[in-house]
């Protein structure tokens, strides 16, 4: 039996199903059917419906008329949504040619340039990948692990990991096989992090 204080049991108009409605929804006019898709199909269908005899002002339909003219030109127009799949791909791809073609000097004169590129900033503020790239994997890693000499499951490791302020450089790179990685997360990786943390205030 439901707790009276917080709802009670309904009756669905629609199929006849009892269902349990909690206090909120009888308060607020809410889950008025049991659920199911058919049911609340009949309650919002008809007049029941908020968008019943009623059409879009002339304001709206400029809106959507120029938010069809953005998606893909004057050939949208009186369609109700975005072409799918190759049509859609090859649409949107010309649009981007386009954006290009009409934009170029403003696109390339947004970007940094000089003491902004950066290049120029400190070897911290860098912006660098957070793993190696697969040319790098492929001629730097090498035929044994480093630790153990084992030659199954290698992985190219950062000496220094990259939350510790590590870069992809050769320097900083050696192989291990994924046990010895492993461990060195674990065990070496985690508590460096820790210690630059804690000496730079929390900044790395």
Not at 4 to 11: E, L, Q
Not at 92 to 118: C, F, V, Y
Not at 160 to 176: K, S
Request: overall charge positive.
């Amino acid at each position: 039996m439901p707790n009276r204080k917080t709802g009670s049991d309904a009756i669905c108009p629609y199929c006849g199903v009892t269902y349990y409605r909690k206090k909120y929804h009888i308060e607020h006019n809410k889950s008025r059917t049991c659920g199911k898709m058919e049911c609340k199909t009949a309650l919002f269908s008809g007049e029941n419906n908020h968008f019943w005899n009623k059409s879009h002002s002339a304001e709206s339909r400029a809106k959507m008329s120029n938010s069809l003219v953005a998606l893909g030109g004057e050939r949208l127009r009186g369609i109700k949504k975005k072409p799918a799949g190759a049509e859609h791909r090859e649409m949107r791809s010309a649009q981007m040619r386009k954006r290009w073609a009409d934009n170029r000097d403003t696109m390339i004169a947004a970007l940094p340039r000089g003491e902004e590129h950066h290049w120029k900033k400190e070897p911290q503020e860098r912006r660098h990948r957070l793993q190696f790239t697969a040319l790098q994997r492929l001629e730097w890693k090498d035929n044994e692990c480093a630790w153990c000499k084992s030659t199954e499951n290698l992985v190219l490791d950062h000496i220094l990991p990259i939350a510790a302020g590590g870069m992809n450089l050769r320097v900083n790179a050696q192989t291990l096989c994924q046990p010895c990685n492993l461990w060195k997360m674990w065990n070496v990786d985690r508590h460096l992090c820790h210690v630059i943390k804690t000496t730079s205030g929390g900044q790395i």
